[in-house]
């Protein structure tokens, strides 16, 4: 496990019995799972515009004004359980299952900050990575069509 890796997960790794997580990591590992939950959503809902979704639609299926649709569906938020279900129903008849992975016996991943790059790495290139391979090293299951632009295209 590369060293940058271990350093993410010290805390986490030490069991039960270990030190306190610290706030930082809680709050990027929640950040992470409002994006993952917010480019889920996203996806279907581009998927079902193709189908004649609209945001108003949406928000008079699920009994919502088409502003609150709008402000669940511009940026990842801290989305209810409750606001999730209303929107997966109101999208695509869908509900959600829940699979987790532990982080701890997970294959190491390629992930990096730019900031972590030294400068002359910064502008050798790097062929980018297509969406289903991107999300599939987040550990998604994209919606069938094509996701690209996703959040912009919601807005």
Known sequence: MPTSQMQLLNEISAGHDGPQIPPAKLAY???R???RVFDFIIGLFLREQKNGLNKAKLGRRIGKRPEVVNRWLGGPSNLTLDTI???LL???AEELL???QTLLERAPVNEFHLDDVPASAESSEEPEQDGEQASALM???PPSQD????RAAAA
Do not use: T, V
């Open 147 to 150: 996701d690209s632009g996703a």
């Open 85 to 87: 279900s209303d929107l």
């Open 29 to 31: 590992f929640q950040e």
């Open 90 to 92: 109101g999208i695509a």
């Open 98 to 100: 829940l699979d987790s």
């Open 33 to 35: 799972m409002r994006d």
């Open 139 to 141: 550990g998604l299951k």
